[in-house]
């Protein structure tokens, strides 16, 4: 099922088309189902690098430490999602719900925002060097603090 890679750092877990699909379709019967049916989508330490996610029902999946590098999140509900210490480097998180995320100390570097609902979004840690389409907005909405690396505004 899923396969397992060693890196210097930590071990990542592979997934395929058809497993991601899978995975999806079984995160929805959860969510719609507040837990009772399906399985809550869990993609800890997957390697997801320019993975296709646009406008899935995400919410309270978890992504920590996932590499997303490049993944096309646009329009994807990530509310109360764990993205804790994920490589969102790239990221296509345009009109995405971030609504009390868990994002801190992910790689946001070069992420695209525009548009997305950023409230309460933890970003504690997080890297949003050259963020873009990123406003003072929706900073003011999410949770940050001296550690988070901000885009100059």
């Known amino acids: 099922m899923n396969k397992d890679t060693e890196s210097p750092n930590t071990a990542q877990r592979e997934f395929t088309k058809e497993e991601i699909k899978k995975s999806l379709n079984h995160h929805v019967k959860w969510v719609l189902s507040n837990g009772k049916e399906g399985k809550m989508a869990d993609?800890?330490?997957?390697?997801?690098k320019g993975a296709v996610f646009?406008?899935?029902?995400?919410?309270?999946?978890?992504?920590?430490g996932a590499h997303l590098y490049g993944a096309y999140l646009k329009k994807t509900d990530l509310e109360n999602a764990n993205l804790e210490g994920a490589n969102l480097r790239g990221a296509n998180l345009r009109w995405a719900n971030l609504k009390n995320a868990n994002l801190k100390n992910a790689n946001l570097v070069r992420a695209d925002f525009q548009e997305a609902n950023m409230e309460h979004a933890q970003l504690q840690g997080a890297n949003l060097k050259m963020a873009v389409g990123l406003t003072r907005e929706q900073i003011e909405m999410a949770e940050v603090d001296e550690t988070t690396v901000l885009p100059p505004t």
């Not at 646009?54 to 992504?63: E, S």
């Open 54 to 64: 646009m406008g899935a029902n995400l919410r309270q999946a978890n992504f920590q």
């Open 43 to 48: 993609f800890q330490k997957a390697h997801l």
